[in-house]
């Protein structure tokens, strides 16, 4: 079956370093992988896309990566802020469900001072 | 521009009771979709429509029905509410079905005893 992972234990990190998401996926050849923010009460923002053909893409802090041989994206937050906190979701679709983007759980984000 | 509008916020229904919750977008975009979201679980498609008329079932479509009459509006109707369906409901929209980024609304928190 199709399984898009994100680690669901909140990641804990001090203002200033790098924190690291990952989204792992199983029987999925995916076109594009999309990272969405979500704060408490309010609906996901998108933040970056990628597509299956580009190894790294960067957007401020942000940089996302793109391995199809390990299945697997990486989502970076550089000099991390506590306005960062928030919970960070992988989405995934493919050429053969266009219109059906599939989202993982999310990983939970907490940047302290 | 107000991007896409969810209404109502909040909504308690009775197990049996039907009910209507309502999208609009003003960005003039081909594609939208309902999303439920509930605790651990990622965002899981009920149903889009990739164009007034056009409608398709996602991952989890049974006990609701949609219909896009026009451009702007995708409403989702619970047929007769079932405690199961208690869950946020985002409804979101982008200009095509593929490898566009989505906009999300701000969600409906619906309860139902």
């Known amino acids: 079956s199709q399984k898009i992972e994100q680690n669901s234990e909140a990641l804990n990190i001090q203002e200033g370093k790098t924190a690291t998401l990952t989204c792992n996926y199983t029987?999925?050849?995916?076109?594009?992988l999309q990272w969405y923010r979500q704060d408490p009460g309010r609906g996901p923002v998108f933040l970056l896309l990628?597509?299956?053909?580009?190894k790294e893409k960067r957007k401020e802090r942000l940089k996302v990566t793109f391995d199809t041989t390990l299945k697997q994206s990486l989502f970076h937050i550089t000099a991390s802020q506590p306005a960062d906190s928030a919970t960070y979701l992988c989405a995934l679709e493919t050429t053969d469900s266009w219109g059906k983007l599939q989202f993982g759980a999310g990983t939970q984000v907490v940047v302290t001072p | 521009n107000a991007g896409v509008t969810q209404t109502p916020k909040f909504q308690v229904l009775k197990t049996g009771q039907s009910m209507t919750l309502q999208c609009a977008q003003d960005?003039?975009?081909?594609?939208m979709s309902w999303y439920r979201q509930d605790p651990g679980m990622g965002l899981r498609l009920i149903h889009y429509?990739?164009?007034?008329?056009?409608?398709d079932q996602g991952e989890v479509p049974n006990g609701y029905n949609v219909s896009r009459s026009t451009t702007e509006d995708f409403p989702l109707r619970l047929l007769s509410a079932a405690p199961s369906q208690t869950s946020v409901y985002f409804c979101a929209s982008s200009y095509s079905p593929n490898g566009e980024k989505l906009f999300f609304g701000s969600g409906t928190q619906l309860s139902v005893l």
């Open positions: 029987n999925y050849s995916p076109a594009y």
């Open positions: 990628i597509r299956e053909n580009e």
């Open positions: 960005m003039n975009h081909e594609y």
């Open positions: 429509s990739v164009g007034a008329g056009i409608t």
